[in-house]
């Protein structure tokens, strides 16, 4: 079985205690490393032997949890840990995979742990050659599925209850949400730019300003919170000078 790292971040010794002796008991999980301080960890959240889950307490010195996240959640798994319920809605307006509440109770936190475990499964899963360029849904049209190649897609775009999914040999709207869509893509092929366009980047024609302007002629406007993660992904890709600027 393939273990899955982890990391705790929270500002208070015991916390970190409670989620160790909860890691060490769970078959599976290893803890790679712990801090007391948001700062200093934000080299081993980034790095490349980042974890693959970081439990991260929300109010703390120096850089907030909420903060810490916007920074590391492109790199390892994110699961708020908080005594305050209130901070629910934007710990999932910040993408996080799950939010505990303390008192941390071992029956939550292996809740947590089991639905991470599927979800490892399920990205293995796109390892397997006859899944590597499709994906499958269920159309609007009652009994019928429809198989999409992975590069046929331009852009997802959220639509309440639904998602519609563009391509190049159509649109097809299906019942799942951005969140059930978005674990299922390869990244950095797909990448989200707002919270309801999520992108190919294959078929990004022009970027200007705050707007994306897709291959088929679509333009997307590009939210606040994923902008910057964006342009420094699309950044690698550019080719600079080395000449010195007059």
């Known amino acids: 079985m393939n273990t ?3 990391y705790v971040v929270d500002d208070e010794d015991g916390a970190i205690a409670l989620l160790r002796e909860y890691i ?3 078959p599976g999980l290893e803890l ?3 801090s007391l301080d948001p700062v200093a960890a934000l080299d081993d959240l980034t790095g490349p032997n980042a974890p693959d889950i970081t439990f991260l307490d929300v109010d703390m010195r120096l850089l907030s949890g909420m903060d810490l996240a916007g920074m590391v959640n492109l790199y ?3 699961v708020f840990t908080t005594a305050f319920s209130k901070y629910a809605l934007e710990a999932f307006e910040k993408e996080a995979f799950d939010f505990l509440l303390k008192p941390i109770t071992y029956e939550r936190f292996a809740k947590c742990i089991l639905h991470a475990k599927r979800k490892k499964k399920l990205m293995a899963k796109n390892d397997y050659p006859i899944r590597e360029d499709f994906f499958n849904i269920k159309s609007e ?3 019928r599925m429809v198989k999409i190649k992975f590069d046929e897609v331009i852009y997802i775009e959220g639509a309440i209850n639904y998602i519609q999914i563009h391509t190049t040999e159509g649109k097809h709207m299906t019942y799942l949400t951005m969140k059930d869509i978005e674990g299922y893509l ?3 092929l797909f990448a989200r ?3 309801s366009f999520l992108i190919n980047v294959n078929h990004v024609k022009v970027i200007e300003r705050s707007q994306v ?3 088929n002629g679509d333009a997307l406007i590009m939210g606040d919170y994923y902008k910057q993660r964006f342009l420094d992904l699309m950044d690698e890709h550019l080719i600079k000078t080395e000449r010195k600027q007059a």
């Open 4 to 6: 899955i790292s982890c």
């Open 24 to 26: 060490e008991r769970t």
């Open 32 to 34: 790679i490393g712990s």
């Open 76 to 78: 390892t798994t994110v």
């Open 141 to 143: 049209v009652k009994g």
């Open 186 to 188: 390869p990244k950095p």
């Open 193 to 195: 730019i707002h919270r």
């Open 213 to 215: 302007r897709m291959e």
